[in-house]
């Protein structure tokens, strides 16, 4: 992982605090001074050096180049602390990295990244993160927050949105594909926003196909 213990940490925390569009000539001079640091440290980083660099300009370099040592990609380590972690902590007014760990960050993409949290879900599992109700997977366990994709659970909630829309079906055989949107929008309301909704697409049209 890269040490950022050989940077200047005065100077990270500097970066992190300033954002690209301020204009503020501190941000292009602190640049300067890290990019010989980071790209002479390269070797030891667990990413490319371009990938280095990618981090380099935005804020929050600190907390972004670990959450990438935790084993998260660098563009998902970037959207949640430049957007979600942000958004919460300019609410709270406080520093992001106040609110949640690189670790917790990079936890909460891998569940993303299984497939146990959609975007929505992952939204909410870090708002109660930031709460201090545990890590991402306590979390998610606690709260019964997994995207369900259980077809037994899935098929239940579909039957009952079909019943309340009984024209979907025969719009569907008709070749207006779009209408499963209907059921599917539905299903994931009924759900709590925890239902898999690629699988309750497939799961609408072999029942349009069946019927």
């Given at each position: ?14 970066v ?6 301020t204009g503020d000539?501190?941000l ?22 371009e ?36 958004r919460l ?5 406080k ?11 990079a ?8 497939g ?9 599992v ?12 306590d ?6 927050l ?10 239940v909630?579909?039957?009952e ?26 299903v ?12 309750v697409?497939?799961?609408v ?7």
């Amino acid at each position: 992982a890269l040490d950022v213990a050989v940077l200047p940490r005065a100077r990270l925390l500097d970066v992190g605090r300033l954002r690209p569009d301020t204009g503020d000539p501190r941000l292009h001079r602190i640049r300067d001074e890290l990019r010989p640091l980071v790209r002479a440290d390269v070797r030891r980083c667990p990413v490319r050096h371009e990938q280095v660099s990618q981090l380099i300009d935005p804020g929050l370099l600190v907390e972004i180049t670990e959450t990438v040592a935790a084993g998260a990609t660098p563009q998902s380590a970037r959207k949640w602390w430049t957007g979600e972690v942000a958004r919460l902590a300019n609410i709270a007014s406080k520093e992001p990295a106040e609110l949640v760990s690189a670790a917790q960050v990079a936890e909460l993409q891998q569940l993303v990244d299984e497939g146990a949290l959609n975007d929505r879900l992952a939204r909410q599992v870090l708002e109660f993160v930031v709460a201090g109700e545990g890590s991402p997977r306590d979390v998610v366990a606690a709260k019964g927050l997994a995207v369900v994709s259980d077809d037994g659970a899935l098929i239940v909630a579909i039957d009952e949105a079909l019943a309340a829309q009984p024209d979907v079906l025969e719009k569907i055989r008709e070749g207006k594909v779009q209408a499963a949107g209907a059921v599917i929008g539905a299903v994931m309301k009924a759900m709590g926003g925890t239902a898999d909704a690629a699988r309750v697409r497939e799961l609408v049209l072999e029942r349009a196909a069946q019927a």
